[in-house]
């Protein structure tokens, strides 16, 4: 079965870091764009960053400059490594794969991990 496990959720102040990871099994990793997602309450999920089978990556203009996502083809994990955090990033982060190419609509990718809170505080 395909599973997408997200962990490194957490509380921080603004400004600072933390880094997500996305572990994948149950299918072919290196041949499936990793998107990540996030959602706040009371909102609709939103796309963050994606990164492609072939390691081209896209970004919401959001998080251009302060997110960097990546990936381990070797231990079958994604990777968001988030910097000067603010509170309005606040959300639960999901992680999502689909195959071949990215795209930043939801309903377009077809696995999906738990969810991870992140927390930023003022």
């Known amino acids: 079965q395909v599973q997408l496990v997200e962990s490194g959720g957490g509380l921080v102040q603004a400004g600072g870091s933390l880094r997500l990871s996305c572990a994948a099994s149950?299918?072919?990793?290196?041949?499936?764009?990793n998107g990540w997602f996030r959602q706040a309450p009371g909102k609709e999920r939103e796309f963050v960053a994606g990164?492609?089978?072939?390691?081209?990556?896209l970004y919401a203009d959001s998080v251009k400059g302060r997110f960097t996502i990546s990936r381990d083809k070797t231990k079958n994990t994604a990777y968001l490594e988030m910097n000067s955090l603010k509170p309005e990033d606040t959300a639960v982060y999901y992680c999502?794969?689909?195959?071949?190419?990215?795209?930043?609509?939801?309903?377009?990718?077809?696995?999906w991990g738990q969810g991870t809170q992140v927390t930023v505080s003022s």
């Open positions: 149950g299918l072919p990793f290196r041949t499936y764009t």
């Open positions: 990164i492609s089978w072939n390691s081209g990556t």
């Open positions: 999502a794969a689909r195959r071949l190419s990215i795209v930043i609509s939801d309903y377009e990718y077809d696995y």
